[in-house]
């Protein structure tokens, strides 16, 4: 079956604008995660919804991270004022209520 | 603060010579420890879970044991197929998220 898509799979932006990436999960699957990856690091963790809330936001850095996922599917992570130290790659991960995380390919993100 | 911490960073195999990752963690309350396979510019591919001090779960060339402070990920007669950043991750207490190690990137030349 289809496993979780990313999209964009590249973004490059320059500092200050606002940056929307988008998830799809596994067809199924209730929880979503995001995590940050930079350079020669493991995944870093973001926030965790559980259906169309967040159940865990503890991993967001500050205010200008912010997530949604309206309809308990698609989730958005979405950027203000972005940063360079923003730049990374973005991995979102779904599964089944607490079952095992699969992951989808990333969406690299450059800030100029 | 739970930690994770892979060793060595990096790795270097001839096709065949057998070797171990290595995985140790510092936790409150394990739920589960976890392996992931990434290729450069991949997502991370789920390996393995481990639950409990003593389990062992193998596919393929790759054997991942677990003890109450660390895990190991076996690789026997390794081919250069299997050159990748290997994760680590653990889920402990009562949240969902992982916390991954660094990685270890190995490269198996032929």
């Known amino acids: 079956g289809a496993g979780v898509s990313q999209t964009p799979s590249n973004k490059v932006t320059e500092k200050g604008k606002y940056v929307e990436l988008r998830c799809d999960p596994i067809?199924?699957?209730?929880?979503l995660y995001w995590y940050r990856q930079s350079l020669g690091q493991g995944p870093e963790f973001l926030i965790y919804?559980?259906?169309?809330?967040?159940?865990?936001d503890s991993g967001l850095p500050n205010d200008r991270f912010f997530a949604v996922r309206p309809e308990g599917s698609v989730s958005t992570l979405k950027i203000q004022r972005t940063e360079r130290g923003d730049s990374a790659v973005y991995l979102c991960?779904?599964?089944?209520?607490?079952?095992?995380?699969?992951f989808g390919p990333g969406t690299r993100l450059t800030v100029l | 603060e739970d930690q994770v911490t892979q060793s060595p960073e990096a790795l270097r195999l001839q096709e065949g010579e057998s070797s171990s990752l290595n995985c140790s963690y510092t936790?409150?309350?394990?739920?589960?420890l976890f392996w992931y396979r990434q290729d450069p510019g991949k997502g991370p591919e789920f390996l393995f879970t481990?639950?409990?001090a003593g389990e062992e779960k193998e596919k393929e060339r790759l054997k991942a044991t677990l003890t109450k402070k660390e895990s190991f990920l076996h690789i026997t007669a390794p081919k250069p197929e299997d050159s990748a950043t290997y994760l680590c991750?653990?889920?402990?207490?009562?949240?969902?998220?992982?916390?991954f190690g660094a990685g270890t990137i190995l490269r198996v030349k032929s």
């Open positions: 991960a779904s599964s089944r209520p607490r079952d095992t995380q699969y």
């Open positions: 067809s199924g699957h209730t929880a």
């Open positions: 919804f559980q259906g169309t809330g967040a159940a865990d």
């Open positions: 936790v409150s309350g394990l739920r589960g």
């Open positions: 481990l639950y409990s």
């Open positions: 991750a653990v889920q402990a207490g009562r949240g969902n998220k992982l916390v």
